[in-house]
């Protein structure tokens, strides 16, 4: 046990958040915490089962109890360590053979040692226990299922609801951030040094981890900027508004392969450049550990504003906050699977609830695309079959059924935004899995060689598909 007031200022702050009902400070808690709770839930149990359950009863515990922890008498990390260790021994002593395991006070450790080595059925829980009392490192590995973060959340909220609840728009970045922080937690020095491709439809970056939190610090930026936060980028500032578009879209009506790095992404690029040479020098845990920092300050902010109204400004678009989490939370995805698969590492989809409004916003930004796609056709400047309202008759559209978790069925104007009279029937229907459909909207995928469900008119199909890949950004 620490002196009184030797707690971490973290301790501290979370502790009162966690009073106030903050679910960022539920998610915050679960990130820094759960590789020691699960580990050494894991190490005592070595039962998953077991452990995944413990491990959600241990947060749950503080989410309800957030006053049964007391900063000036302890650390929160040792607090949870030796609750959870308790209640994992306590588990153990439920099992056949197992009784004498933590039973017997320290004046009886010769006779329980005695029994440990006559009992074969107790030697395997008594190292497991013996290794365990050790605890561990603070940077253990966290090797859990990916999917057991939303469940412990998942419960913790269903036993008490937030009183300051991340709306679900930011979910999704909430979500993909800490996926990308748990396989950057277990990054070596090597792995730091590997270089991950990163296509767009303008080509390829080539990137370290540590540039690639560069890159997703810079453009979050733009985010913190109209939350009223620090901006990370040094020198950075919002565009001037002659270069902002209307805020319909993500999508820019430019050419499908515009200069690398040119116009209209020079804001992006520039501010990546930046920040990448400021962080040049610092260690690469270093550069983690702020970029972890802003996504948890963003996430805190949002929901104060839980309406999503607040207009980004990205330079080329302005968005309303809501659709620029979710935009956020894509490229994260994306390029955590890229890091993932420069350094080898198993990579997880997002959840089922946050792909779909990955594909949903994806298919939003579409028919400004389909208009950048017949721009950048060479002679006259491609006009649509007709514009909805032009003569009183319905515009074209495309029905979009995504197959997989994200399961659903959109519908794609192919002429222009709705307007005039009501949409005709659809011109072709499409299938895809949501999966390979984001992949595709990341350029993560050639149009050309997709596996596609077709009906109708193939051409618009094909338009479509092709269209999908200039929602890329470098």
Known sequence: ????????????????????????????????????????????????????????????????????????????????????????????????????????????????????????????????????????????????????RQQVLGWCLSRRPA????????????????????????????????????????????????????????????????????????????PPPDRRVPPQTLAPPVPRVPAQGGPPFAGITGRTARLTAEQADRPPQSVRARWRRQTRELVRSAALAPQGNTPVDFGFAVVPLRDAFVDRAFECYVHGEDVARAVAYPYAPPAPQHLRQMVDLAVRMLPPALAG??????????????????????????????????AGEWLIPLDGPDSGPPLGEPVASMVLDGLEFCQLAAAHRDPDRLLVGEHGDRAAIREVLRAAPLLSRP
Not at 168 to 193: I, N
């Open 373 to 406: 796609l017949r721009a950048s056709r060479p002679g006259p400047a491609a006009a649509p079959a007709h514009w909805p309202g032009d003569d009183g008759r319905p515009g074209r559209r495309l029905r979009l059924v995504i197959d997989g978790p994200a």
């Open 163 to 238: 009183d300051l609840p991340v709306p679900a728009w930011g979910a999704p970045y909430t979500a993909e951030t800490a996926k990308l922080d748990a396989l950057l937690r277990d990054l070596g020095p090597e792995e730091w040094q590997e270089v991950a491709e990163l296509p767009w439809h303008g080509g390829t970056e080539h990137l370290r981890p540590a540039e690639v939190l560069c890159h997703l610090a810079a453009v979050d930026g733009y985010l913190a900027l109209a939350l009223g936060l620090p901006d990370p980028v040094p020198g950075g500032a919002p």
């Open 1 to 148: 046990m620490t002196t009184p007031g030797s707690a971490p200022r973290w301790d501290e702050q979370l502790q009162r958040r966690l009073a106030r009902g903050e679910e960022t400070a539920l998610g915050e808690l679960y990130d820094q915490l759960a590789p020691m709770v699960h580990g050494l839930a894991g190490r005592i149990l070595a039962d998953q089962t077991a452990t995944d359950r413990l491990t959600r009863e241990m947060f749950a515990h503080l989410w309800e109890h957030p006053e049964d922890f007391d900063p000036a008498q302890d650390t929160l990390r040792s607090w949870l360590g030796a609750l959870t260790h308790r209640r994992a021994v306590d588990r153990l002593r439920t099992r056949p053979g197992a009784w004498a395991l933590g039973a017997c006070p320290p004046r009886e450790a010769a006779d329980r040692e005695q029994h440990l080595r006559a009992c074969p059925e107790c030697v395997g829980e008594a190292a497991r226990l013996r290794d365990a009392a050790d605890w561990l490192a603070a940077d253990e590995p966290l090797d859990q299922p990916g999917s057991l």
